[in-house]
Nanobody
């Protein structure tokens, strides 16, 4: 049973930083695509960033240069470092994982993919 558990969300002023974590339990696949999505009230869910098992990363244009995705394989944990936060970054953030998407983890493909495993989400609120 795979379980993804996010943490690290909260409230911050514009220009501030937050680091989200996503601990993966029961996920032992060596090949994978993992990433972060977000959804604001009244808006569609959007892909934010993705990382594959070779460490290749891709980002939405709106977060390039501000957000960094990383993974600690020893801890089986995915991270999202968010700097220079803007009010428009406010949303529920979800991590997702799927071993089937290894090799299909670039942003354009992954953002539309049907990820198999999802976390419960963590709220990020950025005030102006």
């Amino acid at each position: 049973q795979v379980q993804l558990v996010e943490s690290g969300g909260g409230s911050v002023q514009a220009g501030g930083s937050l680091r989200l974590s996503c601990a993966a339990f029961g996920y032992s696949y060596s090949r994978y695509c993992m990433g972060w999505f977000r959804q604001a009230p009244g808006k569609e869910r959007e892909g934010v960033t993705f990382i594959d098992s070779d460490g290749r990363t891709s980002y939405a244009d709106s977060v390039k240069g501000r957000f960094t995705i990383s993974r600690d394989n020893a801890k089986n944990t995915l991270y999202l470092q968010m700097n220079s936060l803007k009010p428009e970054d406010s949303a529920m953030y979800y991590c997702a994982a799927d071993f089937r998407l290894d090799g299909y983890c670039n942003y354009e493909v992954a953002q539309r993919a049907d990820f198999r495993y999802w976390g419960q989400g963590t709220q990020v609120t950025v005030s102006s």
